[in-house]
């Protein structure tokens, strides 16, 4: 069965500095990858997604992530932060064909002006 | 377009009630998901349906727990007897087809609270 974690309950950046919020999955086909941002009472919104090709995905709002095979990684970028990327992230792995999507319990970003 | 709908967007119940939770999937999307996010916690699929297919029914926590999906189209997600520790944010999401890499759409979820 697929899984996915999120190492960092909560990650702190200065508004212009890059950000990284991390994820690590793990499968027994291949990975089907996917990024969502969760604002305040609202719904999860998709960012990113990765299905083959180029390990450098990149997504909405200047988001890019990097496939990792070789340390079962997906790890979420920006080059510079803003106060409005402040929301709860979440990592999610489908193996194979599988139906269900496990999600990572999330990300706190804050980004401080 | 429009995208997924829930209602309603908040339920305050009593505990031992039923309560029913709709989803409206973006329009000519075959695939439906429900999920249920507790406070502080990521999300816990609960069921999957695709066309005609029977529901993937795996992820319900209890016989409590029961969906039907109309037509191809509306969902409702249906919790007899609630109790407490059935608050939660339930999310419906729905994609264009199953497959692995198939993007899901979400709604902006409807929040249970079983008092």
């Known amino acids: 069965a697929q899984s996915v974690a999120q190492p960092e309950d909560q990650v702190n950046v200065a508004e212009g500095n890059p950000l990284t919020v991390k994820c690590t999955y793990s499968v027994s086909g291949n990975p089907y990858l996917f990024w969502y941002v969760q604002y305040p009472n609202r719904g999860l919104q998709f960012l990113l997604k990765?299905?083959?090709?180029?390990?450098l995905v990149k997504g909405s709002y200047g988001f890019e992530a990097e496939f990792n095979k070789s340390q079962t990684s997906f790890h979420l970028k920006k080059p510079s932060a803003l106060v409005s990327d402040s929301a709860l992230y979440f990592c999610a792995v489908r193996d194979g064909d599988n139906n269900d999507m496990r999600f990572g319990a999330g990300t706190r970003l804050t980004v401080k002006p | 377009g429009a995208g997924v709908s829930q209602s309603p967007s908040n339920k305050v119940t009593e505990k031992g009630k039923d309560v029913e939770l709709r989803c409206d999937p973006i329009s000519g999307h075959t695939a439906l998901y429900w999920y249920r996010q507790s406070l502080g916690q990521g999300l816990e699929f609960l069921i999957y349906?695709?066309?005609?297919?029977?529901?993937?029914k795996s992820g319900l926590p209890s016989d409590r727990f029961s969906a039907e999906r109309t037509g191809g189209s509306v969902s409702t997600l249906t919790i007899q007897r609630t109790q407490q520790e059935d608050s939660a944010v339930y999310l419906c999401?729905?994609?264009?087809?199953?497959?692995?890499?198939?993007?899901?759409?979400f709604g902006p979820g409807t929040r249970l609270l079983v008092l």
């Open positions: 349906f695709q066309g005609n297919s029977a529901p993937d």
């Open positions: 999401a729905s994609s264009s087809a199953s497959g692995g890499g198939k993007t899901q759409y």
């Open positions: 990765y299905i083959t090709g180029d390990n």
